[in-house]
């Protein structure tokens, strides 16, 4: 059975993130514009900037060079896609 909900801090360990600690818990996954506080998304192309800026996604699967344009908890990744 596989659990519905993870803390950030589960997921970066999965993911092979940079460790986050974080008690925030995540149950789903959406797009940058689509997600929600509670959702993960993902960054994979430059051209979506905007999108990364503005989004109010709970945490975000992003490449070193783009965690500081993330509002909510950046999981830097060497792939976010």
Known sequence: ??????????????????????????????????ATETQLSFLHNSRYQQQLTDSVAGAILVKEDHRHNVRS????????Y
């Open 1 to 34: 059975m596989s659990k519905s909900r993870y803390s950030v801090t589960e997921l970066a360990a999965l993911l092979g993130a940079e460790p986050v600690v974080s008690d925030l818990h995540i149950n789903g996954i959406g797009t940058l514009e689509s």
């Open 73 to 80: 908890v950046a999981l830097v990744v060497d792939d976010p």
